[in-house]
């Protein structure tokens, strides 16, 4: 496909229906990670111009930054640290609709107000995870969780 990507308006879960193809044709038949996170970062900042969006990958026992759009980060996060590290070991996605109130929050960002982690998971093992990070309180909710964990499931 042509690497222009359409942005729409209209509530999030449209914004998600009209995103989600895009991101499926940018990815399909190319069997480079990093191309693939580094494209499924840009298009989500893109279209809902979040205060960063990107991954880290499990490496050697902990997590390390990888592909991502928006400020500088903290490259290492250890298992069962802040959000990240918290969803790596729970193997779950979670919403945290003020960072604050996290405990252990790792604030790369000062901006940072509210996130969503979804791990990524193959043969029952986290990998990596999409953090998304919002400078406004509860940006997320289900409707981000069901979503980016279909993009996530695409990712090998
Ligand atoms: N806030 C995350 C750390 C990563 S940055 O936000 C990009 C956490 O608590 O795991």
């Given amino acids: 496909m042509a690497e222009d990507l359409s942005i729409i308006q209209g509530n999030k879960a449209e914004q998600y229906t009209s995103l989600l193809p895009q991101i499926k044709a940018l990815i399909t038949g190319e069997p480079d990670q990093v191309a693939n996170l580094a494209n499924i970062a840009a298009a989500l900042k893109e279209q809902f111009g979040w205060l960063w969006v990107g991954f880290y990958l499990v490496k050697g026992g902990e997590l390390v930054l990888g592909p991502f759009q928006g400020p500088v980060a903290c490259t290492r996060i250890r298992k069962g640290r802040g959000v990240c590290g918290t969803s790596w070991a729970q193997a779950a996605t979670l919403v945290v609709p003020d960072v604050e109130k996290f405990p252990g929050h790792i604030a790369c960002s000062s901006l940072s107000r509210s996130e969503i982690v979804v791990p990524l998971v193959k043969n029952g093992e986290v990998f990596g995870v999409l953090d998304v990070d919002s ?11 069901k979503f980016l964990e279909e993009i996530v499931s695409w990712i090998e």
């Fill in 135 to 145: 400078a406004e309180l509860n940006e997320f909710d289900e409707v981000d969780r």
